[in-house]
């Protein structure tokens, strides 16, 4: 059987973007690896292969940038939780598991690019600038969601259980991004699935 030709290099790869989508894959390299604050447009446009003049033509100005590209990101999670309620659509405790997996599962880019919601908070210290108020409301969304969850689950207190799981899995983010736990997938997953248990999930429904 003949061999897959091997996957092309980012410059390759970007190249064959439309400008929107270079300017945010430059955008997400850039300001995972330096910060929102520290990134300017003209670093931002160069790594792109494009112009300053061009990406204001597609974002009128880099909050307007650092919002979308957030938003995307935010999306990603939404579409896993939707995907576990979709393949689990009674069940609780599996989706909560499958959504503690999705999460495991992602912490070693994690590890090597770090959290960009992390990454972002540090860089946004205006409560209420635009990209700032996107990542508390998603991540007001995923907490309600995983209340839901706990509640179909038959969690005695679902409200406690899902703030109680949400700590674990930024816990593991944060652990995962500087190193300090070995195994933070593993140990994510043993320990909400102690948290279902405590909760009178009794291993299942």
Same mark, same amino acid.
């Given at each position: 059987?003949?061999?897959?030709?091997?996957?092309?290099?980012?410059?390759?790869?970007?190249?064959?973007?439309?400008?929107?989508?270079?300017?945010?894959?430059?955008?997400?390299?850039?300001?995972?690896?330096?910060?929102?604050?520290?990134?300017?447009?003209?670093?931002?446009?160069?790594?792109?292969?494009?112009?300053?003049?061009?990406?204001?033509?597609?974002?009128?100005?880099?909050?307007?940038?650092?919002?979308?590209?957030?938003?995307? !990101?935010? #999306?990603?999670?939404?579409? +896993?939780?939707?995907? =576990?309620?979709?393949?689990?659509?009674?069940?609780?405790? &599996? *989706?909560?598991?499958?959504?503690?997996?999705?999460?495991?599962?992602?912490?070693?880019?994690?590890?090597?690019?770090?959290?960009?919601?992390?990454?972002?908070?540090?860089?946004?210290?205006?409560?209420?600038?635009?990209?700032?108020?996107?990542?508390?409301?998603?991540?007001?969304?995923?907490?309600?969601?995983?209340?839901?969850?706990?509640?179909?689950?038959? !969690?005695? #207190?679902?409200?406690?259980? +899902?703030?109680?799981? =949400?700590?674990?899995?930024?816990?593991?983010?944060?652990? &995962? *991004?500087?190193?300090?736990?070995?195994?933070?997938?593993?140990?994510?997953?043993?320990?909400?699935?102690?948290?279902?248990?405590?909760?009178?999930?009794?291993?299942?429904?």
């Amino acid at each position: 059987m003949a061999s897959s030709p091997p996957r092309p290099g980012r410059d390759t790869r970007v190249a064959r973007l439309p400008p929107r989508e270079r300017i945010l894959d430059a955008a997400e390299e850039l300001f995972l690896r330096e910060g929102v604050r520290a990134v300017g447009v003209q670093a931002i446009a160069e790594r792109a292969k494009t112009t300053k003049m061009a990406l204001y033509r597609h974002f009128v100005t880099k909050d307007a940038l650092i919002e979308e590209w957030l938003r995307i !990101v935010a #999306a990603g999670y939404s579409t +896993a939780f939707d995907r =576990t309620e979709a393949e689990h659509p009674v069940d609780g405790r &599996a *989706q909560v598991l499958a959504v503690t997996r999705f999460i495991a599962e992602g912490l070693p880019d994690i590890a090597r690019r770090g959290c960009p919601f992390v990454n972002s908070i540090a860089g946004l210290p205006d409560r209420e600038h635009p990209a700032r108020r996107l990542i508390e409301d998603h991540k007001a969304t995923q907490l309600r969601r995983l209340t839901g969850m706990c509640e179909r689950a038959g !969690v005695r #207190a679902p409200e406690e259980a +899902a703030a109680e799981i =949400t700590f674990l899995m930024e816990g593991a983010q944060i652990s &995962a *991004q500087n190193g300090s736990v070995d195994r933070a997938g593993e140990r994510l997953l043993t320990a909400v699935e102690g948290v279902l248990d405590r909760g009178g999930t009794g291993g299942g429904r």
